[in-house]
């Protein structure tokens, strides 16, 4: 797609509360279609159609989810195969032959101990707290899934494991914006009919759910006075939530397509 022009950039800029949400509505139902899936992580969890394959699958695939788009859909398809492709049979019924076979994944900072200690953490998730979307919902507020996050975080590592692993899920409570996390909560719990996100989990509403915020949204979030905190972080996305939740107050994440559709597609 050709990036806009500078007249364009300057009348999106201008818009008054009701033309930008027009104005994002539209992008959201031009980017939020199967097309989408081609070039987007979240293809791995739509290989599946277990419940629990499909949120282990999306799981893992999120928290690789960064860095070269390709790359990532490369390397989440090789943690399927690792893992035999029977992702939630491989967490509960693992033996340290197949951990060890694990040794040789590497994305970026992410290795294969990181990789171990994951499906050993999802497995005491699945044994002993009766499974992701449980954890989760658990700890769920009225309007926010933040505090859901850094108590998932918790609970996650509660077996040992080495400390460099815990960088890999990031604490909201620490004021880190969370990207890759509200990415898999949305693909879990948002309700979408145009077959994108997933939306298998009931227990959680999608009125909770946080913009995954990364430079991409983040700028063109910016460029259409939607957020003036410079930084990327927890205080940030808060912003971003309290403005996205104007516009839509049952799905404000489905602006996560019109964001990263403008910035990534579009050159915003």
Not at 100 to 122: P, W, Y
């Amino acid at each position: 797609m050709q990036p806009l022009d500078s007249e364009y950039i300057f009348n999106a800029i201008s818009m008054t509360q009701s033309e930008l949400k027009s104005f994002l509505d539209e992008k959201v139902i031009q980017y939020n279609t199967l097309d989408f899936i081609e070039s987007d992580p979240v293809q791995i969890p739509h290989l599946f159609s277990q419940k629990e394959d499909i949120e282990i699958a999306g799981f893992l695939s999120a928290t690789i989810a960064w860095g070269n788009r390709k790359m990532i859909i490369k390397n989440a398809h090789k943690m399927m195969d690792l893992m035999g492709n029977s992702p939630y049979d491989f967490v509960i019924s693992h033996s340290e032959e197949d951990l060890e076979r694990l040794e040789s994944f590497v994305h970026r900072t992410f290795n294969g101990q990181d990789f171990a200690s994951f499906i050993k953490g999802l497995q005491h998730i699945y044994k002993n707290h009766e499974g992701l979307e449980a954890v989760f919902a658990k700890h769920q507020e009225s309007n926010s899934m933040q505090k859901s996050i850094s108590e998932f975080k918790k609970e996650f590592f509660e077996i040992p494991h080495q400390n460099r692993t815990q960088k890999h899920i990031s604490d909201p409570l620490n004021n880190s914006a969370a990207k890759r996390i509200n990415m898999y909560l949305r693909w879990m719990c948002r309700q979408d009919n145009k077959g994108v996100d997933l939306g298998i989990w009931k227990s959680i509403s999608p009125s909770k759910l946080s913009c995954p915020l990364d430079v991409h949204s983040g700028n063109v979030a910016r460029k259409l006075g939607l957020l003036t905190r410079k930084q990327n972080d927890g205080k940030a996305l808060a912003e971003l939530d309290s403005k996205l939740r104007e516009l839509d107050p049952n799905d404000p994440v489905k602006y996560d397509f019109a964001l990263f559709g403008l910035g990534v597609f579009e050159g915003f």
